[in-house]
């Protein structure tokens, strides 16, 4: 079964400082991996997404994140976060079929 | 446009009451998903519906009653709730075959 693994519950960090968004995940075949963004009181908001070619994925609000096989990892990265960058961030996993599983989210706060 | 709506977007409700949740997507989606959200906590899959009929129920109590009228709208159905039922209950849709799922804002729901 597949199970992902969100490393960091909190991340605290200062404004124009670069973060980090730690994720890894198991499972023994191919996997569509996502990063969403939920802001306080909102749905999720779809950040990026890996599903076949280029290991490194850019999304939307200069977020990119990288996907690395052998590690089973896909780390999200921001070179310069801002105040509002603050919210909870979803890692996920699915082999298709419509079942998505999420990490436990990583709580980002970015502080002037 | 990438765009689900939810209605309401709060909803408050006795264990007597019925009321229903509405979502609807104009993408041309043919996959619909219902997943309910406790605080601090991922969001859980309920229920998919793909082309219209149910596909998935993950084991999710009668009380909640799912329905797919079109392609394009999705309820979710409640009746006889407990006062643990109380969420933010969000809706997704996707391509059938393409793997990334679009949520709506949510319907927060308090049941006393």
């Known amino acids: 079964a597949q199970s992902v693994t969100q490393l960091d519950s909190q991340v605290p960090v200062f404004e124009e400082a670069p973060v980090e968004l730690r994720c890894n995940y198991s499972?023994?075949?191919?996997?569509?991996l996502f990063w969403y963004v939920q802001y306080p009181n909102q749905g999720l908001q779809l950040l990026l997404k890996?599903?076949?070619?280029?290991?490194l994925v850019k999304g939307i609000n200069g977020f990119e994140a990288e996907f690395n096989k052998s590690q089973t990892s896909f780390h999200l990265r921001k070179p310069s976060v801002h105040i509002s960058d603050t919210a909870e961030y979803f890692c996920?996993?699915?082999?298709?079929?419509?079942?998505?599983?999420f990490g436990q989210g990583t709580e980002l706060s970015v502080k002037p | 446009d990438t765009e689900v709506t939810q209605t309401p977007k709060h909803l408050v409700m006795g264990m007597t009451n019925k009321k229903s949740l509405k979502c609807e997507q104009h993408?041309?989606?043919?996959?619909m998903y219902w997943y309910k959200q406790k605080a601090k906590k991922p969001p859980e899959l309920m229920f998919v519906?793909?082309?219209?009929?149910?596909?998935i129920n993950e084991s999710v109590p009668s009380r909640f009653s799912p329905e797919c009228p079109n392609s394009s709208l999705l309820n979710l159905h409640l009746h006889a709730l407990q006062p643990e039922d109380s969420a933010l209950y969000l809706c997704?849709?996707?391509?059938?075959?393409?793997?990334?799922?679009?949520f709506g804002p949510g319907t927060r729901l308090l049941v006393l």
């Open positions: 993408m041309g989606h043919r996959a």
């Open positions: 997704a849709s996707s391509q059938p075959g393409q793997e990334t799922q679009y």
């Open positions: 499972s023994s075949v191919s996997v569509y």
């Open positions: 996920a996993v699915t082999l298709g079929g419509g079942k998505l599983i």
């Open positions: 519906y793909s082309y219209e009929k149910l596909s």
């Open positions: 890996y599903l076949s070619g280029s290991t």
